[in-house]
């Protein structure tokens, strides 16, 4: 059967090469004439004769395969691009979705650009989210900004006018704690962890390897509490770098095959809100956490390369972009946001995770 096709690919060369070469020489004075349907039809040749080559075929599947990985790259970069409709709320009403309400009506969408359309992201709903879900072990951990998330993907998942979202929020918020729901109706357990420093992070993730039990998903960050209580983005980063090595060690082995080896787990990072100085509620914070060291704790976390845009394993939830384009009218305290900001950072990582586990609803 080789031989044949050999034999015909042999055939099919001698009835267009050897015309063509007879050609050539008769239009030798017409050399661009000549060269171009040589070109034309070699190209036509290959594409017609690539199949019976595994070789050539594979080299075209790999190529594809590039796009394909170079487009789900490229969608990761740009899933933070949001937007904001910001308008003045009415008097005597307030935010009903959670206890970080401000003075405005927020609505959001990611921008309208050529490459962000292309990605097709898209506001889940209840039962979207329940889908993706289905059957996960969540994990949500770092200090109040990572409790807000928390909070906006239960409210999600349950419903923000269900029952139970009373009790979550009763129990979620309390001072310093941890807490642990199970969805029953799709099989999904979300913990919260309080873990309002690096090295308390580093620790969960630690725990994580040593009982060889991971999560499907973790969501965490850190930043303001180190900022107020220890101050120094030196040691922050020191923190920050032991943190990525030891979150290195969870994420998914590739071989050289292509395929992943051992556990697959989607991890994310929640970006530092902007922090508006004047609106801080203690002179101590206004001190400690001023713009200086603001700018001084975002540098490091870049330079840490703990996120995925600098090299590293977590794929960062931009909330300092979210909080600046949305702006002090977003918040009463100059820390904490509207449930609005939480809830777009609930939706970036979704997006992200149908890209990373390459799913579609």
């Given at each position: 059967?080789?031989?044949?096709?050999?034999?015909?690919?042999?055939?099919?060369?001698?009835?267009?090469?050897?015309?063509?070469a007879?050609?050539g020489?008769?239009?030798?004075?017409?050399?661009?004439?000549?060269f171009?349907?040589?070109?034309f039809?070699?190209?036509?040749?290959c594409?017609?004769?690539?199949p019976?080559?595994?070789?050539?075929?594979?080299?075209?599947?790999?190529?594809?395969?590039?796009?394909?990985y170079?487009?789900?790259?490229?969608?990761?970069?740009?899933?933070?691009?949001?937007?904001?409709d910001?308008?003045?709320?009415?008097?005597?009403?307030?935010?009903?979705?959670?206890?970080?309400?401000?003075?405005?009506?927020?609505?959001?969408?990611?921008?309208?650009?050529?490459?962000?359309?292309?990605?097709?992201?898209?506001?889940?709903?209840?039962?979207?989210?329940?889908?993706?879900?289905?059957?996960?072990?969540?994990?949500?951990?770092?200090?109040?900004?990572?409790?807000?998330?928390?909070?906006?993907?239960?409210?999600?998942v349950?419903?923000?006018?269900?029952?139970?979202?009373?009790?979550?929020?009763e129990?979620?918020?309390k001072?310093?704690?941890?807490?642990?729901?199970v969805?029953?109706?799709?099989?999904?357990?979300l913990?919260?962890?309080?873990?309002?420093?690096?090295?308390?992070?580093?620790?969960?993730?630690?725990?994580?390897?040593?009982?060889?039990?991971?999560?499907?998903?973790v969501?965490?960050?850190?930043?303001?509490?180190?900022?107020?209580?220890?101050?120094?983005?030196?040691?922050?980063g020191?923190?920050?770098?032991?943190?990525?090595?030891?979150?290195?060690?969870?994420?998914?082995?590739?071989?050289?095959?292509?395929?992943?080896s051992?556990?697959s787990?989607?991890?994310?990072?929640?970006?530092?809100?902007?922090?508006?100085?004047?609106?801080?509620?203690?002179?101590?914070?206004?001190?400690?956490?001023?713009?200086?060291?603001?700018?001084?704790?975002?540098?490091t976390?870049?330079?840490?390369?703990?996120?995925?845009?600098?090299?590293?394993?977590?794929?960062?939830?931009d909330?300092?972009?979210?909080?600046?384009?949305?702006?002090?009218?977003?918040?009463?305290?100059?820390?904490?946001?509207?449930?609005?900001?939480?809830?777009?950072?609930?939706?970036?990582?979704?997006?992200?995770?149908?890209?990373?586990?390459?799913?579609?609803?």
């Amino acid at each position: 059967m080789l031989g044949a096709i050999h034999f015909g690919v042999l055939a099919a060369c001698f009835v267009l090469f050897v015309p063509m070469a007879m050609a050539g020489w008769h239009l030798s004075r017409h050399k661009m004439l000549f060269f171009s349907g040589a070109l034309f039809i070699s190209l036509a040749v290959c594409v017609h004769l690539t199949p019976y080559f595994p070789s050539v075929s594979d080299i075209v599947a790999s190529v594809s395969s590039v796009v394909v990985y170079d487009h789900r790259v490229s969608c990761i970069n740009e899933v933070n691009q949001i937007v904001w409709d910001v308008k003045p709320r009415p008097k005597n009403t307030t935010s009903s979705s959670s206890s970080n309400g401000s003075s405005s009506n927020l609505s959001w969408d990611w921008v309208k650009s050529r490459k962000v359309l292309s990605c097709e992201f898209q506001k889940l709903d209840k039962f979207d989210v329940s889908e993706l879900l289905n059957g996960s072990w969540v994990v949500v951990a770092g200090d109040s900004q990572a409790r807000f998330v928390a909070l906006s993907l239960l409210n999600l998942v349950l419903g923000s006018g269900s029952e139970a979202m009373g009790s979550v929020r009763e129990e979620l918020f309390k001072r310093h704690s941890d807490y642990s729901v199970v969805v029953k109706e799709i099989g999904m357990k979300l913990d919260f962890v309080w873990a309002p420093y690096e090295k308390d992070l580093d620790d969960l993730v630690v725990s994580y390897k040593k009982r060889s039990k991971f999560p499907d998903v973790v969501i965490m960050g850190s930043g303001l509490w180190h900022m107020l209580h220890v101050n120094n983005a030196s040691d922050f980063g020191f923190r920050l770098k032991e943190l990525r090595s030891h979150v290195e060690s969870l994420v998914p082995v590739t071989t050289k095959g292509g395929s992943v080896s051992g556990r697959s787990m989607h991890m994310f990072w929640i970006g530092m809100p902007v922090l508006i100085n004047g609106m801080l509620n203690s002179e101590e914070k206004k001190e400690k956490m001023s713009d200086t060291v603001w700018h001084e704790y975002d540098r490091t976390l870049g330079e840490s390369k703990i996120l995925r845009q600098m090299g590293g394993p977590l794929i960062l939830l931009d909330v300092q972009s979210f909080t600046w384009n949305c702006g002090p009218q977003c918040t009463l305290d100059g820390m904490h946001y509207d449930s609005a900001v939480y809830d777009a950072a609930v939706h970036v990582m979704l997006n992200a995770l149908l890209i990373e586990s390459h799913q579609t609803l």
